[in-house]
Structure formats: C-alpha cells, structure tokens
C-alpha cells in the first residue's frame, strides 16, 4: 500500500491511470484516505456528476493483511443524494486484493468526453483501461458473469448496475464476495452514479502474484489477533446473534422495543414482523439448501451473512440485511420474505441501495402511487427503476426526491438521504446520530442502538433525551476510526465491552504498522476525520439546519410509546463541540 | 386596508376566518407585508407543503387608489421549490378589488384534515368557505368560467390549476385579467403548490358596493398622478416599446446584445430568433384580430399586454411575455410563436410558471427526453406535467427536479430556481441578482439587464464584472421597495431615468399616506425587506454558499463573446454589505 492508483477518465487522448506516491496521504487507510483526499482535492460547490468531483476506493490500513475481519472497502465521493462529503463502506473481496496489490487508493478522476463505457482492469502489472460498450446497461449478475468468463474466476469485481449508469442518486457500487457474487454493497450516497458519471462499468481486480502483507512486528500482530479472534468469537453479539441469525436478528428485538418504523414511520411496531424475522429467515435458508451463516469475504469469523434460495432450492440472493428488509419489509407493510428476497435480489442486480429504494416505495406509498403491503406493487415499482422509466428514475433518485415529486409531507430523511432502520423517536441516541453525522441518515455513522437497544458499551434510556449527545458523540469518533483500519463496524459490539479485545484491536494496529498508538490516539483520528468532513460540508453550504431530523419527528407522538424527538436543537449543535 | 383576513384551513370543525387589527403590520403593503408576516410566523425549518407554512396575498400601499399601475399583488410563502422565503407578483385585477375591500393582506393558514377542496368568497360582508369537490382538477379556464356562471362577471378569481392541486413546486396561482381570464400568474417559487397543499382551489374576491380608496391629501395625490403619467408616456420604454411590442420587445435586443440564453443556456444567438421576436408578434397579434396594446389591469397606461388569437381568429392566450417566448422558444430552439402561445395557454390553465417549465423542458431536452426545436414534443411534455404523469411531476417540479432525475450536469439554477431569459455571462449584473437575491434565481428581484443593456439607470458594461455589484445591490433595494407599494415594477424605467418621475412617485405614496417620505426613506424601506428576507434564509439554513451560480458558469465560456460569469465569491458577498 504505498501508492495511489490515479485514474483521469477525462485526459486527452483517453482514460489514462498513473501511479502516484502516497505524498501527505501515507499511513492512512479507508475512511481516513477518502475522507482526506475528498476534503483536499474536490471543489465543494463542484457538480456531483460532473469531472471535478473524484471517486476515491481505500482499502482499510489493514486490509490485506491476515488480520481478521479486515476485508471493509471505503469509498469516497459528493455524494449526489446529499451534496456533502460521503464515505460509503462495503464488505467483500475486493479490499484484500487492492491492498496486497500494493494500492492504498485507487482514484476515479475527470470524465470522458462521450458516453463510451470502460472496463478497468488492474493487476500486479498496473491498470488496463478498455472500452467496452458491450457492457452498457447489464445487470450486475450478468455483468460478473461476462467478466468471470473473460477473466477467469480468480478476480473480483467492483460494479455498478443500471442504475448507476443512469446516475441515479440511489445508485450502488457493488463489490462482489467469495462466491463472486455482486452482493455486497456501498449502498449509501449515490457512489454508483459518480461512477457512471466517469463512464466505468466495472473495475476487474486480479490480485495474482501477490502476497498477505506482512507486519511489522510480526509476533505481536499474531498474538494480537488471536485475542481478537477469541474475544469476537465470546460476546453474544458477535460469537452467536450474528453467526446464527444475522443481521436480521434485530427484526424482534427492534419491534420489541417499539422502535421499528413501520408504514412509513407511522408507528414502532409491526403486527407481523415475525414472518421476516432473522429467527424465520434462517429457518427458511436451512430448510431450503441455503446458508444461515456465511463470511462475506475471506478472513471474516463473525460470518454474519448466508444464502437465500428460492422456493425451488436454486440461489436468489444473498441473506437480506435487517435494514433491507426493514426497509422492503416493514416500512412497506410487507411480511413476506420470499418478496423482500426478491427486491433484495433486483437492488443488487440493478446496483441499488436497497435501504434508500424501501423508504423510496414507502413515501411512494404513502403518496398513494401502491399500498402499504402490496408485495407485488412493490416489486413491479423496483422493476420501473432498473428499465430507467420516469417513474424509476424518481425512485431510484432516492426518498427525498420521491417526495418532493409527488408533494409528500412525511418524509425521513436527513440532509436527503432516508433514515434506516431505527426510529429516531424510539431510539434517540440514533436520531442524534442521524441529525448530525456528515453522512447525513445513516446507522452506521454511530450506532447508538448498541446502548440504547442492546446493552452494549453501557446503557442508555432509549426514549429519554439525556446522554444521547454524548453517547453519539462517542461512537461517530470510534467508527470513523473503525471505519479506517478495513475492519468490519461489527468488532464494535466486542470491543466496547470487552477491554481486552479492544486492547488486541490496538495492538493489532501496532503490531502492523511498528506504532505505539494509545486509545487516545485512535480518538484523535476519528475526530480528525469528522472535523474534516465537517469542514467540507461547510464548504459545500451546510450549515447546523442541515443538523435537524424533518419538523414532524418533533411535533407528532410515535406509538407505542407516544414519543417525540426530545433532543433539543442546542444539544444537537454540541455533537461536534468536543 | 385596515385589518389582515386570516382564514385558518386547519381549523377544528372546518375552516374558519377572522379580521385581524394590523398591529405591527399598519402602514405596509405588497412584499413588504408578505415577508413581514412570513418571516415572524412561518418557522423557517418547516415543511413547505406543511400547516405551519402560510400564503399571505398582499395588494400593496397603492391598491386600491386611483394612482396608475397600482394593481400589483404580492403572494408570500416559504417556497417548495426554492425552501426560502418568497414573495411572486402579479398583475391582474383582484389587487385593487381586495384593497378597496379593506384588506391588507389576506393569509391562509393550516391544513385541512382531509382532501375536500375549497372556494372562498369574499366580499363586503367578510369571507364565505365553501367545499367544493366539483371543482378538483379543473384548469383554470374551465373554474374561471364555472365561478363566472355561478358568480357573475363583477368579480376577480384567484386560483390553481392541477399543478397547484398536485402540490408541483412550478405551479403558479392565477389572477384575473380585465377580461375576466386566468392571464395573470404569481408564477414564481410555488405558489400554487402552498395554495393547493390549504386546499383553496379559488378565492372569488367580489368588491360590490367598495369605493375607490381616498388618499389622505387629494390635491397633491392627483397632481403626483398627473406628472407621473406622463413621465410613464414620455420614457421609450414605457412610453413606445412596451406599449407597441409588449415585453417581448425584448427578444431581438438581447439576442443582438449576445445574451439570449439559446439550447439550454449553450449560445448566446437564436439564429431564428426574429420569428418569434416582439416585432412579429405584435404583427401576427393584429393580423389575426387579437390586440398588441392591452392593460392587465385597470390603471394601467403602459399597457404591454396583448392577446393573442389563433390561425382562425380565436381568443388563444394572453400576449406571451419576453420571458414566456423565451423559456418556450429559444431555451428549447423553438422558433414557432403559435406552438409558443400554445404553450403559454397550456401553462396558465394548468397553473404553472412558464420560466420555470420552459427551463425544465430544456434542461429534458438535453437529457434527450426530446430533441431541441421539436415544438409537438415540447406540446407533449407539457401535457404529461397537466396529466400528473410521473414524467410531468418531475417536469412540473421544476429543472432543477428534472436535472436531479435525469442526471444532467448543466442546469441553469440558482437555490433551486430557474433562470430567466438573460444568460448571466452575458448580463453579468444579471448575474449578480441571479446568485444573491433570497428568491433565488430572478430577473425581476433587481433587474440589471436595464442598466447592463438598455442603458436605463446609467450605464454598466455588461460584459465585465466591474460594477456589477452596486448596481445589483442599488436595484434590489429599489425593487423591493416598488414591489411593496402595489405599483408594476415597469415604472421603473421612467423613474430611474427621470428625476421628475421618481419625485411624482413618492409625492404619489406622500399625497396617499399623508406621510413625508424621502428617497431616503425609499431606500430604508428596501434594505428593511432585504434584510428581513436574509435572515428567514439564514434560519432556514442558506448561506453564502447559496449565493452562487452553478460552477460550469465560470468555468465555461459562454458564445458569442467567449465570456465566463467573473463576479468573483468574495465579490458576490459584499452586495448585503451596505
């Protein structure tokens, strides 16, 4: 990882890369390298879509490495949905390999001058820029299997569907798993339509000849990871909810605590959340030859995925997220997965977000164009947005845009991007989270449901305002600093109660990279790169307004417990005052 | 003009109306009244769409009076297509009618529970609110003529079309003309969408048994009128080219001058832009038996308007503005004028900005929805917007929505607002207004396109960025001031050039008021508004990141003088800085 693969799709005579050194940008890895070079290097007030602004792939700081739960991809761009910064993250097999293949970054610059399409391919000899306008407009599946029998099955392949090509600000890039499937996803922001504004199809990566990077001390970094590793494998989240039921294990819990937005976040509980529970959805894979439990890429112990067959035993997709199918469930009135499998499975082909897609239909429900429950107006709307028709192009441009189109009142998002899967009234460390990350809403950007739902990392009275400043506070600072070393957000739930597994997680770092990093110094640099993004929000126009949920999370109650947002607009501006 | 009619559309057991005394309100008139009440009232956080947004319509100081060209109304609402405060304006006859019925302004506020639409009559014996679903979906011509049926001929209608009932951020609401037409449109921001989402479809303003209002010293009021008319007489513009070509006259000066915004904003020429010019237009006007010299209101000496009559001699539209022929014609390189009035026609029974709509179907054509000059096409994608189609809400939600969902990079915006007819490299004071007025983008807001290239107010070079900025600045503080006494901003021509005219203009305000205002005072009155309009923004969230243009306006040069907008940022932020 000592140079950074630049990509200018606008030069002339043609797309040409270049390797350049790391410069100011060593040392540093995923969200930290995105995040720095979006901040440094894209004109806040650019066009989204247009040459000026770059999209930034980074492996994390370990990545490639044979440390455990390493294989996370961030990606770093405006985003188009928001128009702030955006670093959009992903499992699969592509991280490992860019980082063994000696690429701390690879760079997505300028824009070509017609609508030709490219194919990148990059291996240990460089980057191979092809056009190839066969590919214009296939599905992602298809696509993969083009390229498998192309370039063998040893590759991995980072995409976009339709839908980036069509630049919708829902559009994914896809990143494909051991199996070589393109199921993993940067759903959030719109990074598959500024890929398809650089007119790049695919980026084929084929680590051949490449080796695990080695560390520095490398005792230490062995130790280090079979504490980790034992430590992940103990907690109750990360050693058995997640292995056995998946991400999805959350359906109960959630609904339980009344914080499950359901219709449209219309209310915190959904009748018949059951049925597309994480407890029936593995059931269902066991019972039909699927996976309940699965890594999503190499080196993965948590193995929170799994494989959903159809009715006939054959693969449909791979085990829907909790939030996608909150979003395709739930929010939409729909208990059947079987249906939410099948939209899951027409987001990934499409490249889509499958989060933004869900609360799209549902504010496309609620303005009366299906209703609420109809699986199969839900599906045929998804179909509108992978043929491109206008009524597809409002969707796949997000909730917001959905909205605003069709003159809908109630819609959630923040800084228009759609709020996930936790109702801000009912899990207000969440809402904190949602109002004030420069993600805009976003689950991930600090997650406090693990406190305010779950016990993890202390306790936190979920529909009460006091602490969740504090408390999203501290875990935007420690995911923006997970989110940088390649790991997986989920060693969260380990090392924040366990402190020897957080100490292994730091000594893995250090046993890496030679440094005598503290817990101090991995705060510094989530504030580092919060201030940074931050600061290119301001640039680009937001102010702390863009800090607030919508006005109707704070004047109606949210049953079951007929609850408001309380947290007040001055708390929210204290996030960042640390 | 004694007390504000407030009608609560939200209220328990239907909606209600009250006389309201003037309070802080007494003594202003047209914008200045709106953005008083929008910004103390209306929290600058809420939804556009929401009960908490208001639609104040203010006649202003001088409605009502016999003082000429005082049968402007100003329309008030934080704007859904801009989400900052707003103030559009019209011409059209219920001005004057709800002034001498004693109202300063008339404000609707709330939300009805359910989908019922609403008439309201108002007369001297207060205000009638009546359901009225028979009327839902009715163009504006249809409810015109069916309230004329009901109502008689005496009255003024204000109203919506389908685009105000379907809540699209382009829809205008629709004034009366002398006629009793649906002609005149506050058109900007989204009037209609705030007026569709109160459920009033029409207010039928019926000033039976009213008298003209008496100024507070007649001798003085009547002479300032005198010298003011003539002033207006005397002035070419006032006196020669708007009566003789309408605002149209405008097509070959500008498109001479290079700044004829031609394809989407790509060239400043319209090779056949003499087809569609003033000069032709008035021609075509008599030759069919239409009128090329016509008053929108009662008052009026300018008399700019016309009608414009089809092949077979049939009333057809009113006489389509400069702006209108613009939007419709070169914008989208029609050089048709029947396929224009068509347009035109279609726009106003439908209730939607023509600007607004001409801009976004150029911005469709070159997302290549329909070829540029294709004038049945341009006919067709209007059609969709009237049919609420999903293609017509995008368009009907204005180009920057339309932009959004097709992913195209040029759009000609500014805070979500389409520009007008004058490129701003070209008009650079234009420009400047363009970036920094609260309304966003708007020639009216301060129209320096009269200095730049008419040589009216002194002289400016258009093409370079020296005294842009005063000269913007000057002419929003004067506007603003205009817009709030009622009087047609055309005056300004004759009272920017001639001391005498400005002198007559505020002996006019004096002999009505009995007030001894100066030119200062003038001034005062503007900033005051400014100001106020400022900080709504400010709270709702813009800042001087909003007050720019879109970067491919400085980074492209602009045909044919090759140049780019050079109004520098830092530049741009000293306009408020008075």
Known sequence: ????????????????????????????????????????????????????????????????????????ISVGFKSPLTGGIKESNSGGQPSQMIARLGYAAIVLEGKPKDDTIYKIIINKDGADIVPDNSLKMLGNYDLVGKIKKECGDKIACISIGPAGEMKMAAASVAFTDME???????????????MGSKGVKVIVVDDTG?????????????????VFVQGLKKHPVTGEGLPAYGTNVLTNVVN?????????????????????????????????????????????????????NDKDGNFLTKQPEYETVWAHGG???????????MLDRLDDDFGLDTIEMGAAIGVAMEAGLAKFGDSEAAISLLKEVGKGTPLGRILGNGAAITGKVFGVERVPVVKGQSMPAYDPRAVQGQGVTYATSPMGADHTAGYAVATNLLGVGGSVDALKPEGQVELSRNLQIATASIDSTGMCLFIAFAILDQ??????????????????????????????????ERDFNARAGFTSKDDRLPDYFIKEKFAPHDVRFEVTDEELDQVFNW
Request: net charge neutral; charged share 20%; hydrophobic share 35%.
């Open 180 to 194: 070589m499937r393109p199921t993993r996803h940067a759903g959030r922001g719109g990074a598959g339509a500024v």
């Open 210 to 226: 490449t080796t695990t990077r080695t560390p520095a001390d490398p005792e230490k970094f062995k130790k280090a990871n079979q």
């Open 499 to 532: 402190p020897e597994t957080f100490q292994a997680f730091i000594d893995l770092i250090n046993g890496f990279t030679g440094q005598n990093l503290t817990a101090d110094d991995i705060t510094a640099l989530g504030k580092s790169i919060l201030k940074k």
């Open 331 to 341: 929010n939409c009135e729909i208990d059947d997965l079987d249906a939410i499998a």
């Open 256 to 308: 339980e605590a009344g914080a499950y937005p359901t219709r449209n976040f219309t209310s915190g509980r959904f009748e018949t959340c059951s049925r597309i529970s994480g407890e029936t959805q593995a059931e269902t894979e066991t019972a039909r030859g699927g996976l309940a439990t699965h890594g999503c890429h190499k080196g993965c112990v948590i193995r929170c995925s799994g494989v959903y």
């Open 1 to 72: 990882m000592d140079t950074i693969l630049r990509i200018d799709m606008g030069a002339n005579g043609g797309p040409k890369a270049h390797e350049k050194p790391l410069g100011e940008y060593a040392g540093i890895g995923g969200r930290a390298m995105t995040s720095a070079i979006i901040a440094r290097e894209v004109p806040p007030l650019c066009h989204p879509l247009g040459e000026d602004n770059k999209l930034v792939f980074a492996p994390g700081l370990l990545s490639g490495s044979a440390a455990a739960m390493s294989g996370r």
